[in-house]
């Protein structure tokens, strides 16, 4: 093949009938070898089941579903899960127990292991789902229990006996569909328990709180933020009462004194009636009276009126004097001066009672004034309260403020899970029910023969063309006007065709075959002559 000019499609046709035999001969081997390799292969049978999936009845704004993560991790968690050994050899005891003959307990390690690696979960997607997922409103809502649009799994499970494939895909899926129960009610279960431990745990935190705060309020009662109007309105309380209590005490000390020089007029008065019939009291007015007459006559003599005035009343108070011994001798001096003391007017006694009533009035006045001035000083220290006292009594209130709110949100969250835990529990909540066990397999799903054909047939159509493409490029022989001119650099005068004996490079019709004149001798197609 020249490789110095442009090929055009007459080239490329001649080039296919000339390798048509190199392309057909192994894309008609390799369709028959890979039909007769897949009898050499194994036969896989796959066993399907589908679990279909019901959401709650009981609509989530009423009762909040107990398990919401997306449904493909809850499946996928689930297939782990049946696929622990525990579990699995518990499900091989039953199918060896139910039949024998294809389950043997010698064989239950290796079933396990091809259990593991040959089973599959798949989910079930329908045009509806489809649709749900590519909406662009479901791109942006986050997926739960819900909103879920997938309906459903398939469980696959493939093995070299299709009696096996069947019971082991049926039992791996009645084994994820118990264990999605079970885990349902665990998790209820678990979430219930968990918030009692918490909601006691808030409780007692609740406690302390409230039992640091009423300790702090009694031992600053009256120091307290909340305090400080109620202070505010005693102090104002107790300066009226203390102004009324002053001015109490004032008026009674003023007529306490009016009455006490009330007193002392009228008892002089009294006392000076009395004077007159009392022998003391005459004998020292007869001593004064004396005295006077001594002083006068000093001065005087007697003939002086002073002195004979003087004398008289000597005279008189003697004479008085005497009749008041006789008087007590008779009667005892001692019984008049005791009946004189004690029989005082009406008015004096009237006067020592209002000033008894004064004083116990002053007395009164006074304790009411130092307990008013004591309870206002104790009120004006509450209202000059410290500011680490109200900082203190920030933090406490704020800290059982919040231990109130996260104790109730705890209540919340505990009958919510309550009413989720009774659901599971009358498994009215999401649940899962098989709706098409795993069918006896009458076919492999491997080795699918007539797949095997078509790929052995595109490999050898495949290996054919570039066997005939590599031959193609090594072949250097001139077949035409065109490479002969072109390969020469010379112009072509004439060209002779060929006048070979082979009559069987024609057909009957006298038209050559499609792939062409054998390849024994292809450059005499024509022969050159070059100028």
């Given amino acids: ?13 001649a080039m296919l009938r000339r390798r048509l035999k190199v392309i057909l001969i192994p894309a008609l081997v390799a369709p028959l070898s890979g039909f007769l390799i897949s ?16 959401g709650q009845k009981v609509p989530s ?16 968690t689930l297939s782990q899960q049946i ?20 389950f043997k307990a010698a064989d239950r390690g290796k ?3 091809q259990i593991e690696s040959n089973m599959q979960v798949s989910p079930v997607i329908t045009s509806m789902s489809q649709a749900a997922t590519s909406s662009p409103s479901a791109k942006t809502r986050k997926p739960n229990a819900s909103n879920e649009p997938v309906p459903g799994f398939n469980v696959a499970y493939y093995d070299s006996d299709p009696v096996r494939s069947q ?14 129960l079970r885990s349902r009610s665990d998790v209820a279960t678990s979430t219930t328990e968990f918030l009692n431990r918490q909601l006691a745990d808030a409780k007692q935190t609740v406690d302390d709180q409230d039992a640091k705060l009423a300790a702090f309020k009694k031992q600053y009662m009256g120091q307290l933020p909340t305090d400080a109007d109620n202070n505010v309105r005693m102090l104002t309380s107790l300066n009226t009462q203390l102004d009324a209590t002053t001015q109490t005490l004032n008026r009674a000390q003023q007529d306490k004194a009016y009455t006490e020089s009330m007193l002392a007029q009228q008892t002089a008065a009294w006392r000076s009636s009395l004077s007159s019939t009392n022998p003391a009291t005459l004998e020292q007015e007869i001593t004064q009276l004396q005295g006077q007459l001594l002083q006068l006559q000093a001065r005087y003599t007697d003939d002086h009126p002073d002195v004979i005035k003087t004398k008289a009343d000597i005279a008189k108070v003697e004479k008085k004097l005497k009749e008041v011994n006789a008087e007590a001798a008779a009667a005892g001096s001692s019984d008049s001066t005791e009946k004189a003391s004690g029989s005082e007017p009406p008015e004096i006694r009237q006067l020592r009672l209002q000033i008894h009533q004064y004083q116990a009035v002053i007395e009164q006045s006074t304790n009411d004034q130092k307990k008013l001035q004591a309870a206002i000083n104790r009120y004006e220290g509450y209202s000059a309260m410290s500011p680490g006292i109200e900082e203190q009594y920030k933090q406490l209130t704020l800290g059982n403020d919040n231990a109130q709110a996260f104790y109730k949100e705890l209540l919340a969250k505990r009958s919510s899970a309550d009413l989720g835990a009774s659901m599971e529990n009358q498994q009215e909540g999401e649940q899962m029910y098989i709706a098409a066990t795993a069918p006896l397999s009458d076919s492999p799903s491997f080795p699918m023969r007539p797949l095997l054909a078509a790929g052995g047939m595109g490999v050898g159509l495949g290996f054919g063309a570039l066997i005939a493409l590599i031959l193609e490029l090594s072949d250097k022989s001139i077949r035409t006007e065109k ?30 075959r499609f792939w062409g004149r054998g390849d024994s001798a292809p450059p005499k197609e024509h022969e050159h002559v070059a100028v």
Wanted: hydrophobic letters at 40%.
């Fill in 83 to 102: 696929l622990s050994p525990s579990k699995l050899k518990a499900m091989m005891l039953t199918l060896e127990t139910s039949d024998p003959a294809k």
């Fill in 167 to 180: 019971k082991i895909c049926n039992a791996l899926t009645q084994l994820m569909v118990d264990e999605n």
């Fill in 39 to 54: 009898y050499a292969l194994p036969a896989r049978y796959t066993s399907t089941a589908t679990v279909l999936v019901v």
């Fill in 483 to 512: 490479d002969a001119s072109v390969i020469m650099d010379l112009p072509l005068l004439i060209s002779v065709p060929w006048l070979g004996d082979d009559e069987d490079d024609a057909n009957a019709n006298g038209r050559r």
């Fill in 111 to 113: 079933t396990i292991s």
């Fill in 1 to 13: 093949m020249s490789e110095t000019r442009e090929l055009t499609m007459d080239d490329y046709l």
């Fill in 61 to 76: 704004d009423y009762v909040t579903p107990v398990v919401t993560s997306d449904f493909a991790q809850r499946v996928q």
